[in-house]
């Protein structure tokens, strides 16, 4: 809102389905609502769909569209590179982009290996040293709740961690005859609960704590193991908002390859165990991302279902009026509140990616590394394959490097 | 638990039904949980149908039996007299009992009249000069929650009150084919909604706040105006409990003479606005009562069907971590906790009424007021009357005595 | 998203404090996840300052600015005037913009007496014979889960509509050291608590239920009789956001001159009791916007601090398994929100807004009457004059024209 | 309550401590709000000190008291041993009292290994062939509301169960100053947190599913490993109640040497995947006892901090109005609740207490097995022995026996 105006910062965004619906409202939305350093400008849309993808760039407000993203490689003009897609393409993607000089904000999971994480990731530094940046999507880290968990943690306010118990609750799979999407498929998602939705928690466990994993114990169960192939149009992701998340059934039956739950038990690097749960098969919770933090002084806990809210236990308080607080993240001395609206007045699913925009550009424009890195993402990739891995091995304990 | 036994205290009850149940469980199981000064017996039985009561005294333990109060008044080793008969008997046999020195329990609303009520208060000031006691059934009071709210207020943690919101919902009556039971006629049960659970969160607002009401503005309504009549054995109370909550239908309606539905508006004595809503007809809500008080300072917040619980908000807490605390008041430092489970082995309905047990006990060997006073109870009947008198005049302000 | 492009609808926002902000992003968004008949451009902003409404055409979006509302009336291309000013200036520029053939979108309360609301449903009724459409923003009706209790109550749902409990909570006054901004003057706001956000809950028991008010008995109260004067930026409602919520002190203090609360017991025209509640001195409620209606098959229960979820018991499930359901009002299943996200990522308080646009550019390209309509407006304000007519008599029962 | 009254049924209890005191409550209890077909006597109290003994005996309720436990099994008039003593002497004491035809109830964990557990069931076994009966104190099965999810799982109402994911959460140790109770010993409780609470939900596992576990991975944590001494009157557990859960520190420390927090993951003989957490550290949570089981058609969802209410989700509901549903389970239609108070006068901790006997009289006199039998504590000893064994080899597989 100040004198000058600012920079642009032109964007190419490579999907346009789910993803790239909540990214497209993020970049039209973050500098209506945030002073930024930079004007990101929603340059260029990319779809294999030459019809469907100008379709969703009028839609969605992108200026041009192009069916190849090597094209937004090759254009000398793009700032940035945000990969929106499933995530068997995110590699060469990326990759790319970064040895282009592009700075790239990539959808999680970051990749489908640990392999290809990891050259992602040296990709990143080798960028960076450049002063090329890179991210991985964990929005769920810019949910103001969230984040002030994260703040809370680090002052101090319920001292050193000792327990996480962490689920990520969803049921659109829990009907059998629902169709066999991408998200069913090992050679396009990685995995499925565990990669889809585990990963978020996997994440967040490492952003509220500070720390890292040093092991796991993991068991994986696919329940309905045969599913109705989807119709045409649903199979490319064009249906049913792009989601994946389900659309109409075709003929056919195909096999799931991915998992429908994951459990896993863990240990932080200080040693505190950690307790994982994600699945896709919980009737009746349908975005149930809860996850508590207990430390020796106090807890935290959170629920995406009402994700406003942050309840606080301060040990410190005499049990005569202790218990947990709700607090309604709602306030201006709440993270990113401040731009939005007055208390009480709830933020939704979408300002999360409004505030990672915000984030992403404004370490952009001051060189800095924005979180969560590449080498973030491939920690989230090593306890992925580590649950795996120990799944495969009767659930023996299995470090994470 | 100390040295030599506790004196005997010979009580008398009046009635068996729902209150009379509940009265028993707590003669029978105060000492077992508390140290009291003198030891409760449970003597004998007052009821009119010989058969019925004989078997409700061998099932809640009363030692003998009689089909008449007034027995109860000429024997000499009666100490108590704890009336649970419908209201439109409580004067009589208060007074009588009273008159003849036995300490007096009774149960809400304390009469059908104001009338009533102002002759009871009076003589239980001139029987407190001789050294019996009496007491009002508001049994909320000793919720461990509720006390601790008034506690907290006492303490002036919410700093000077400002207002009162209170509700007692329940859906018992929504159903217009339930029979027309006592409590659905004026001559016996005073009123409806108003008086049968509106008087609780009168005498509520009152206990918690330490003020008493300065005037009204009232507005009553009969949702269904006839009702079939009850199959004999439900008409006298003896079944369903004998609560007077239902019950089978027989043939023939009858007229509905109370309330389904008590509003108002009030003033407390500093002028703290209060809003009171009573419905039986509150479709899903069991026994909502509940009371938020907002203070200068903060507010508490107190559901029934929650019952364990008080919701606390301080505002000097910094916005940052501010919000209502939920506090499980199971804690040994909680009002009458300390004598029962470890923390969150939550209390029951029943509770209330040992801890009024243990309460009048204590007063009754002390030789002190035990609370609430029949005072305190004709100030709710008052408030009751002019909530009344003001829905039949337009709902215009009507001031209490 | 069909083939040929929609016509533009080129609007004009007077006022861009809060509300417009919140407009804004309405204007800005609606299209882009749902299909309007009509293109809505942002044209022209209106503001009294011209540093200060250029910085926040740019901020939000607007294409040109003016200081003078009346430019708007005259110039021939804007086809819509939103007027989102405090609510002294609502019936002048109304009026205005109808007699000048622009559709327009009025802020509530709708105006500051029931003499302007008249003038202004009439002009509205003129207008729409001329093709020309106005409406109100009562944004709650746009939340999925109250269009869905709407609807739910129209299908017959909870049966005849029996009570109905309505509270709005908030507590940005309960600090007497708060300003005295324009919410504070009568000559500016019309009233306090009562018009400010009783009028939401008047708005919406008449949009649930499909009724109207036939009396009310009110009363008001005002806790805090003088308050700091507003430092010169805040006055004007250019700073916090210029929603008038808050702001820093100057010197010098000034007497408030609206009500803290409003307290209200009401009837619908089919005479079921309402009691209602407003209040900014609500320690701990946010933005605590409940309503319950009870009818004779069911109940519907909200809290707009959990905005996304809608309770609904059904009294037809038998006892054993009947309750209060909480049903996430994500589902694609919900009112508007097939065009946002997937089940359980909730929508926030702006979204309101947004529906708010789409459902008026409906009206306007289907030349329908978009609701709530002038005549609705006008309704809640001759209900808003009846309370303060009661309170000032007493609290008497006051028929609603 | 009907004509000839019911034989006496002569109960002696050993230890009078946490357990003993809510087990009196049950005994004193039972008869006055169930017809039962025997009638409890509380004749005899067993304690090692004399004086604490009888005083425990006035204050509860019991006729006689005994320093020797052997002394109960030697008199013939003693019909039921009520084992309520730390799980070290449940074997020897047990086995005498089946062996000289007493029925027994044992508080759980049943024993301290496997071993014992073992020898417990094969003499139960015998026992029950000559007509004597046994049972374990899991007396949460006997909670309204989980005794209602058992029915409704038992009807198919959620069809197959999927999933089970269950926490019992307390926070009493996570203070580390608290002392060294009998509880954190390993050779007087057998083990911490897993068998302490784990044992219950996985007993309640078990008991909602009508299965049994196939096989665990554990993984076990001692966050504090060193202790101040208890003072001498705690270590006994004659101070606080004599729960073992709190008391006074002495002086000097001693080691912890069991667990703090036991996890688990493991698999119902159906396959179906099971979550546990058990700890004493989740600063907030007070008696966190929650469990969630998925089916293919529903779900149900229960926490002990909120003991009257199972929340129900019914995957046949419509999307527009599904949600899970708070069933209150106050209703005479739930089980053991026709004898208590009306709807949503909720029940309490001991209440389940009351009901396990109520089962455990009618079973006796029936001559039938009461439940859960020795067989199913011995599978909860062999699960939580398979939990350690996995802990202890790097959390493997661990097949259950």
Tied chains: 1, 2, 3, 4.
């Excluded at 002084?297 to 040990?315: I, K, P, Q, R």
């Excluded at 933020?347 to 925009?357: I, K």
């Amino acid at each position: 809102m100040t004198g000058t105006s600012p920079q642009p910062l032109k964007v190419a965004m490579i999907g346009y389905a789910f993803m790239g619906r909540a990214h497209s409202q993020a970049w039209r939305t973050a500098g209506r609502f945030f002073d930024l350093p930079l004007d990101p400008q929603m340059s260029l849309l990319v779809g294999r769909n030459p019809d469907r993808t100008q379709q969703a760039a009028a839609q969605l407000g992108w200026s041009e569209t192009t069916g190849d993203w090597r094209e937004v490689i090759e254009r000398d003009d793009i700032d940035v590179v945000d990969i929106c897609t499933p995530g068997d393409s995110h590699a060469e993607i990326a990759l790319a982009a970064l040895e282009a000089g592009k700075h790239v904000m990539v959808e999680k999971p970051m990749a489908n290996s640990v392999a290809e994480a990891e050259q992602m990731a040296r990709a990143a530094d080798h960028a960076a040293a450049r002063g090329v940046r890179s991210m991985v999507g964990f929005t769920y880290r810019r949910v103001p709740a969230l984040q002030l968990a994260r703040e809370l943690i680090a002052e101090g306010r319920i001292g050193q961690v000792r327990q996480v118990r962490a689920q990520y609750l969803q049921d659109w799979l829990a009907d059998p005859s629902s169709p066999l999407t991408w998200r069913l498929q090992r050679e396009r998602a990685g995995s499925g609960a565990l990669g889809d939705i585990g990963a978020h928690i996997i994440d967040l466990t490492c952003f509220l704590t500070g720390e890292r994993f040093a092991g796991v114990s993991g068991m994986l169960e696919t329940f309905v193991s045969e599913r109705p192939l989807p119709a045409e149009a649903s199979a490319d992701g064009s249906e049913h908002n792009g989601t994946g998340l389900g659309g109409r059934s075709g003929e056919g039956y195909g096999a799931v390859t991915v998992d429908d739950a994951a459990l896993a038990m863990g240990r932080l690097s200080s040693g505190a165990p950690v307790v994982l749960e994600a699945s896709r098969f919980a009737w009746g919770r349908k975005n149930a991302m809860r996850i508590e933090v207990t430390g020796s002084l106090g807890a935290l806990s959170f629920d995406f279902e009402d994700m406003n809210v942050l309840h606080v236990y301060d040990a410190g308080e005499p049990g005569r009026t202790a218990g947990f607080t709700r607090v309604l993240a709602t306030e201006p001395d709440h993270p990113y509140v401040q731009a939005w609206w007055p208390p009480g007045h709830g933020l939704g699913y979408e300002h999360g990616f409004t505030h990672q925009v915000v984030d992403f550009v404004h370490a952009v424009a001051a060189g800095e590394q924005p979180t969560p890195s590449f080498q973030e993402g491939l920690h989230v990739q090593r306890v992925l394959d580590a649950v795996e891995r120990s799944s495969a091995e009767r659930s023996t304990w299995t470090p994470v490097e």
